[in-house]
């Protein structure tokens, strides 16, 4: 597929542009999990097992959730700090990121993702988060702070959610993983708790 050519999405109202790069980039980390989840011994892929219903609920994540909520957090952010003229400010505004829009988006991401995958099942919701959601939030601690510092300090405000997204590349395979290790303990906890 041909990129899209940069008028087309310079034409596109920013939150439709947000959820767009963020529906193909959360599909392509998780293209990305699942291959490396399915290498056989010899390293090839077996693609008739990928499964593609997971694929398409994190692009639907990607373009409903993650787009917008990012956009949005970034202009607060931005409207909260200003620019990022300086590292402190820089450092500042990734911190205030960390501790308050990253850990929103970790429990908003767990809930929606787990709700498409049980069919609204509310209660897997708490089991998810319980067996996913520190594990997320500390390898998200140890990532994001610097790819932020350089979001913050380089890109401006109208490029920062492709950024995120092209960083997210790489935290959105780690995401399908996790993602992945949740819906097997939810699994577990479903079967242990059904009847004999």
Same mark, same amino acid.
């Given at each position: ?16 542009? &947000? *959820? ?8 392509? %980390? ?6 490396? !989840? ?5 390293? +090839? ?10 694929? +398409?609920?994190?692009?639907?994540? *990607?373009? $409903?959730?993650? %787009?917008? @909520? @990012?956009?949005? %957090?970034? !202009? ?12 402190? $400010?820089?450092?500042?505004? $990734?911190?205030?990121?960390? /501790?308050? =829009?990253?850990? #929103?988006?970790? #429990? ?15 209660? +897997? ?9 520190? !594990?997320?939030?500390?390898? %998200? ?8 510092? =350089?979001? @913050? ?10 950024? /995120?997204?092209? &960083? ?15 819906? /097997? &303990?939810?699994?577990?906890? &479903?079967? $242990? #708790?059904?009847?004999?």
């Amino acid at each position: 597929m041909a990129p899209l050519p940069a008028p087309f999405l310079r034409r596109m109202a920013p939150v439709a542009r &947000a *959820g767009l790069t963020s529906c193909i980039i959360m599909s392509a %980390g998780d293209i990305i999990c699942q291959s490396l !989840q399915r290498r056989n011994k010899s390293g +090839a892929l077996n693609w008739a097992s990928h499964d593609w219903k997971r694929t +398409a609920r994190f692009g639907l994540i *990607g373009a $409903t959730l993650h %787009g917008p @909520f @990012f956009l949005w %957090g970034f !202009q607060m952010i931005d409207g909260r700090f200003g620019p990022a003229t300086n590292l402190l $400010t820089a450092a500042r505004k $990734t911190a205030f990121g960390q /501790v308050t =829009i990253f850990p #929103a988006y970790v #429990a908003a991401f767990f809930t929606y993702i787990t709700l498409l995958e049980t069919r609204g099942d509310v209660a +897997a919701v708490g089991t998810k988060l319980r067996n996913s959601f520190a !594990q997320t939030y500390l390898a %998200g601690s140890l990532f994001w702070p610097a790819a932020n510092m =350089i979001n @913050f300090m380089y890109c401006p405000p109208s490029a920062r959610i492709l950024y /995120v997204n092209c &960083a997210g590349l790489i935290w959105n395979a780690i995401l399908s993983a996790f993602n992945t290790q949740g819906a /097997v &303990a939810v699994g577990r906890q &479903a079967v $242990t #708790a059904s009847p004999a």
